[in-house]
């Protein structure tokens, strides 16, 4: 009886500690149900203010806006003028290449001379050009500043007489040297295209000044007249010496000397440039063949007619059969079929 007894208070104690146990768990689900509740609706839409930023965000155009030259430009000269941004407009005339200008950076102007009669269009990291005032805009008078000449950095820089398209010449009578307040501007320089011809690698306008990637300088190189067979000598006939501005290698041909006493390697179309790599040295003398023998000495010259017992090129030391003396002699080929015998031999 008294183990029935036990067993019976035991069976109770388990069974209202499963009691505590389930009412906790349905308080705490009720809890976290009304705190839920509360703080989700606190924002509209039931998101975060942060979340709300971040659609926002994900939705907004990733394409950034380019700054368009032309309404750009009307906005600042407004601001630096007396003119009203609708005159301004109105009468603002630029050249084809900048009406419709884009700048996928940031847009800078600025006056690169004190008068201001030259404004510099700076589109960071991609293009920089320079736009001539005009005359009609009625500049806003501001109190002089003291600027301290001497800490002033003025370069070099050459100005454009007239109004230069892309691919004309460009001559020295063309330009006036001048002395600007121009930061970071690579001017270029005369001197560095040691009086060869020049052209403009774009439209430029006048009273510009000139940087180092507006001209092209010309470089004289041979160029093939005609079709050149691989294995032809180099002559006259063949070639040509042309100025070229653009694609110019590194080892192109630039001179007469270049090319003496060589030939080809491969075929050669009209118009190409001949490089070095194009051309070999070439046998000026061939075994069995004729060849001029002329004896030098301080006091005469003879020539004499021979045979050439090897192949030689230019510079080279060959033997020849002397036909007249019967005797085999060494001599140096000088040229195509010429043999200078050694005096001292």
């Not at 009304?34 to 709300?52: C, E, I, M, P, R």
Request: charged share 25%.
């Amino acid at each position: 009886m008294l183990s029935y007894h036990n067993d019976r208070t035991k069976f109770k104690t388990s069974d209202a500690l499963n009691i505590k146990k389930k009412l906790i768990t349905v308080l705490l689900s009720a809890f976290l149900a009304v705190f839920v509740t509360t703080h989700g609706h606190a924002n509209d839409g039931g998101l975060s203010q942060k979340d709300s930023h971040a659609l926002v965000v994900t939705t907004t155009d990733p394409k950034p806006k380019q700054a368009e030259l032309r309404s750009s430009l009307i906005s600042w000269l407004s601001l630096q003028t007396e003119n009203e941004a609708s005159e301004i407009e109105e009468k603002l005339t630029l050249n084809r290449s900048l009406e419709k200008k884009l700048c996928p950076g940031t847009l800078v102007f600025s006056y690169v001379e004190s008068n201001k009669r030259l404004i510099l269009a700076n589109c960071e990291n991609h293009w920089r050009r320079f736009i001539k005032q005009p005359s009609w805009l009625q500049i806003k008078t501001n109190k002089p500043e003291k600027v301290d000449v001497a800490a002033r950095e003025l370069s070099q820089v050459f100005l454009l007489k007239r109004n230069i398209s892309k691919g004309m010449s460009i001559t020295q009578e063309d330009l006036q040297s001048d002395r600007l307040e121009l930061p970071d501007f690579t001017s270029f320089d005369l001197v560095t295209a040691k009086g060869s011809p020049m052209i403009a690698s774009r439209d430029l306008t006048k009273g510009q000044p000139l940087a180092s990637n507006d001209v092209l300088t010309g470089v004289r190189v041979v160029v093939a007249k005609a079709p050149i067979p691989s294995g032809s000598s180099i002559t006259e006939k063949l070639v040509a010496l042309e100025y070229r501005y653009d694609d110019v290698p590194k080892d192109a041909v630039k001179g007469e000397k270049s090319w003496s006493y060589m030939e080809t390697n491969r075929r050669l179309l009209v118009g190409e440039i001949i490089r070095e790599r194009h051309l070999r040295k070439a046998k000026l003398v061939r075994r069995k063949d004729p060849v001029t023998l002329i004896h030098k000495s301080p006091a005469l010259q003879i020539i004499t007619t021979g045979t050439a017992l090897q192949d030689g090129y230019y510079g080279q030391s060959v033997k020849v059969l002397n036909t007249e003396s019967g005797k085999n002699v060494m001599g140096v080929v000088t040229g195509r079929g010429k043999v200078v015998i050694d005096s001292e031999r």
